[in-house]
């Protein structure tokens, strides 16, 4: 019993719930031993502790010793935003518990500091230097805008007051440089939370740029634009919305003015930059004031000129994205919103990393539009990692999490969570009162009083509040479209995702009524989440993904377009199965078309249990693979080299021989059908244009498949870095295959990249599911069997395709289209879709269109595609 009692107290030792200072000192052993994300985690934990434990609201010493020491281990880790955030946590603790002079203030500054200079040296910056003024003068402008922009408030502070005096000991001192300090006052003001402070030295710079500028026609230095909208903001933050809107409409107006003046003189890109900003601050303001219509307005502005002057992934474009698509949600248009909001998310991702701010309001921002599409389900996940997030960066009782609270309080009302939901507007509540003063924030005040009445009064009179995840009931079988089933290995190449951009522009002009894409192969979650955003991002949030057959040929995801949400793995996947029989059961007898552009096993095994269904409700099976006609035997049997048949033969059989037996029509595309109408690689170049980020990965992964690709043909064929690459796969048939024109000039990736064919084999499938596509761009050859027309396209013979200018137009026109319709929420004016002068100067050598490309030649002959073929 001794034995046994005291293994039992050990094994509670082990797993009783642990102290905060155990944590801390588990943490502290684990950072020891440079196990820094094992420190975090027991860091974080006592921080949560700690928080949940204290015994009012005002945080204490060892909250801020605990946000110090994971400060400490995030810097460590190079995530030197986060340790910033959790650095600064503790020093307001230490500041209000302990002065701005103690000790523990003063390492976690100088803490601060390091992380200041690490990222100066790392941007080739190189470390901090105070500047002197004018004329040997250390407490000058420069030096206080210097202090200031490094956090050094308290020395900034002093800097700047006898700056200040100075000038005003001198009468001969000008008022623009009088303006600067004010204004660089009230930024510091502003940095510090002192915003009656702030607004006085706003009004001050005012005054001040009204007395310059009344006899005066010089123009109004940008300063003083800048210090009308620094008040402006502070109006904004502080619930004065109907005079922060007049001063930004102020502000708007003298930056176009000036924008106006520029654009004659052919000068004024910063300008217009500082335009975008107002745009942007206008447009929030009056959302807060619930005009959505001019929010709209402002926000679509701001991201028009950023995508003009900045990259479309930059951290400001992403900012207008976020807005417009906010905007449209509280518009009720959140279908328009979900594209722009994913493209939001995924550059913030890129920009900030997970762990930032920015990137949670783009989280919060996405799970509104789920929500408002019928997903809540889907957008559960993704408002619980943005609250993780902000929880973790400011006070639990920080006016910034109310919104997300109140979006999570919504979800919650979807899925039927009435009483979580009432707890989470009673917090939202709670922090409202303790942040803003009677009269300020009134919307906001109202807006959580009405969400919870409601959820009381549905409490009360127990009706069922919320609504039904469409997702999880079928979609719509009466939409306009000839309805299909998709089978997809998405990922593998761009192939497949360009597939599902040919099937959103043929949803939208109502030809093709995608019901469900069911993907294959593993990694399957993996597989589901890039169909599932790329289907999102393309506006057919509507159409489900099923996991389909985990088939033993793996293959890695190479296009990794939406990773920033993917990552969070927010999405549920019902089984391929079970959404392929629930939608044939729900659709009209003979109506609904498959389309595999994978191996055949999800159909095979949809035969096999549900024969009777797939009988009744098949009308034809669209396969991207290929097939021969036994004319003796008149019996149809597939290609056994075609890459989607060989993943699994017997399937392949199966599925032709129970279609042939119950007269069940079959069209079948081949590889050469895409050998007899190639596209131009450039012509991707026109798609990145687009400003969709899809569009912009397609075009990088494609590239970086040809340069392998080239790399490996370059080699000898006895090298193990050719991989399954065959002998005759030489660089004499890369350049035979992809029609380059080379010489010893040269630059070969820059003629891959514009003059090199690209073969969209299963767009073409596609296009194929529409029988007037196929009667006007094809001449298939029409096999009888059984009483039943069985159609093959492309032989070694014969490519099958009719006229190739007229379906490389086709296709270029439906691709294009689609990815300009999906950001059609903000009605988005793309860059010029010709390639530039300078390109076309550069490519004497190659075609100048993929209709050029497409002179007769001669597909007989092998050839190779990794994916298409096996050898």
Not at 25 to 31: H, K, L, Q, V
Not at 497 to 502: D, E, F, G, R, T
Request: net charge negative; aromatic share 6%; charged share 25%.
């Amino acid at each position: 019993m001794a034995g046994r009692s005291g293994s039992f107290t050990s094994f509670w030792h082990h797993f009783r719930p642990q102290t905060v200072p155990e944590l801390i000192e588990r943490g502290d052993n684990a950072a020891r031993d440079e196990n820094h994300d094992e420190a975090l985690r027991h860091y974080y934990s006592a921080l949560k502790k700690e928080r949940h434990s204290s015994a009012s609201d005002n945080a204490s010493l060892q909250e801020a010793f605990i946000l110090h020491q994971i400060g400490l281990a995030l810097s460590r880790i190079g995530d030197s935003f986060a340790a910033m955030n959790s650095f600064e946590d503790a020093l307001q603790i230490q500041q209000d518990k302990l002065g701005p002079g103690s000790e523990a203030a003063a390492e976690t500054t100088a803490q601060m500091l390091k992380i200041l200079d690490g990222i100066r040296i790392q941007s080739g910056v190189g470390e901090r230097q105070f500047v002197k003024g004018e004329n040997g003068s250390v407490e000058s402008l420069d030096m206080g805008a210097n202090l200031l922009e490094w956090g050094e408030y308290k020395e900034a502070e002093v800097v700047l007051k006898n700056c200040l005096k100075s000038m005003n000991d001198k009468d001969e001192s000008k008022n623009d440089e009088r303006i600067k300090v004010l204004g660089t006052m009230a930024e510091l003001d502003r940095a510090q939370g002192k915003y009656d402070e702030a607004k006085e030295r706003y009004l001050e710079v005012l005054k001040t740029a009204k007395k310059m500028n009344a006899n005066s026609e010089e123009e109004v230095d940008v300063s003083i634009i800048n210090s009308i909208a620094g008040y402006a903001e502070i109006l904004r933050k502080a619930g004065d919305l109907w005079q922060a809107e007049a001063l930004h409409r102020k502000v708007r107006n003298m930056l176009m003015a000036s924008k106006f003046a520029n654009e004659t003189e052919g000068t004024g890109t910063e300008t217009v930059l500082l335009l975008a900003i107002s745009h942007t601050q206008l447009g929030c303001t009056v959302f807060a004031l619930k005009k959505y219509d001019d929010a709209w307005q402002e926000h679509k502005s701001a991201l028009n000129i950023r995508l003009k002057e900045l990259e479309v992934t930059d951290a400001l474009v992403s900012e207008s994205f976020n807005y417009c698509a906010e905007t449209l949600c509280a518009m009720g248009r959140e279908a328009e919103a979900l594209p722009l909001s994913l493209q939001s998310v995924e550059i913030r991702s890129r920009e900030f990393g997970t762990s930032h701010p920015a990137y949670a309001h783009a989280l919060c921002i996405l799970s509104k539009c789920y929500h408002g599409v019928g997903r809540s389900h889907d957008a559960m996940p993704l408002i619980e990692k943005c609250l993780e997030i902000c929880e973790l960066v400011f006070s639990p009782c920080h006016a910034n999490i109310i919104p997300n609270l109140v979006v999570q309080g919504d979800i919650l009302q979807a899925v039927g969570e009435l009483e979580k939901s009432l707890s989470i507007y009673q917090r939202a509540l709670s922090i409202h009162e303790k942040n803003f003063k009677p009269g300020q924030k009134d919307l906001q005040l109202e807006e959580c009083q009405e969400k919870i009445n409601g959820v009381m009064m549905a409490l009360k009179n127990e009706v069922a509040y919320g609504h039904t995840d469409p997702m999880l009931n079928g979609k719509d079988k009466t939409s306009a479209g000839t309805p299909l089933i998709v089978i997809t290995d998405i990922g593998r190449d761009i192939d497949d995702a360009l597939a599902l951009v040919m099937l959103s522009s043929l949803k939208k002009i109502f030809i093709l009524n995608p019901l469900a894409v069911i993907v294959t192969l593993p990694p399957l979650e993996d597989r589901a989440c890039l169909a599932r955003t790329v289907l999102d991002s393309l506006g057919m949030h509507d159409v489900p993904v099923g996991l389909g057959t985990d088939e033993a040929c793996p293959s890695e995801i190479t296009l990794k377009p939406f990773n920033g949400i993917t990552q969070q793995n927010p999405f549920y996947f019902e089984r391929g199965s079970s959404l392929m029989a629930r939608t044939l059961s729900e659709a009209e007898d003979k109506s609904v078309k498959l389309l595999c552009l994978a191996n055949l096993k999800d159909i095979s095994d949809l035969i096999i249990k549900q024969e009777a269904l797939f009988r009744t409700k098949v009308k034809e099976v669209v396969i991207m693979g290929g097939a021969s006609h036994l004319e003796a035997r008149e019996q149809l049997v597939p290609d056994e080299a075609a890459s989607n048949n060989s993943c699994d033969l017997t399937a392949a059989r199966h599925v032709y021989a129970e279609c042939q037996q119950h007269s069940i029509p079959t069209t079948t595309i081949s590889r050469y059908a895409a050998y007899g109408c190639p596209l131009l690689v450039s012509f991707l170049d026109g798609l990145k244009k687009t400003n969709h980020l899809l569009a912009g990965e397609i075009h990088n992964s494609n590239f970086k498949s040809m340069q392998q690709l080239w790399k490996k043909v370059n080699m000898p064929s006895w090298m193990p870095g050719r991989g399954k690459l065959p002998a005759r796969c030489n660089r004499e048939w890369f350049l035979d295959f992809f029609k380059v024109k080379v010489d010893d000039s040269t630059d070969l990736l820059r003629e891959i990249l514009q003059g090199s064919a690209l073969y969209l084999y299963d767009s073409l499938a596609t296009l194929t599911c529409v029988d007037a596509y196929v009667d006007f761009h094809f001449t298939p050859k029409c096999c009888m069997i059984a009483g039943t027309v069985h159609r093959l396209i492309g032989t070694p013979s014969s490519s099958g395709v009719a006229n190739r200018y007229y379906l490389v137009n086709e296709m270029e026109g439906l691709l294009k289209e689609a990815f300009n319709l999906s950001l059609e929420g903000m009605h988005l004016h793309t860059n010029k879709w010709e390639i530039s002068e300078e390109v076309d100067n550069e490519r004497e050598s190659v075609p100048e269109s993929s209709a050029e490309l497409n002179k007769e030649t001669s597909f007989g002959g092998e050839v190779y595609d990794e994916k298409k073929d096996t050898v």
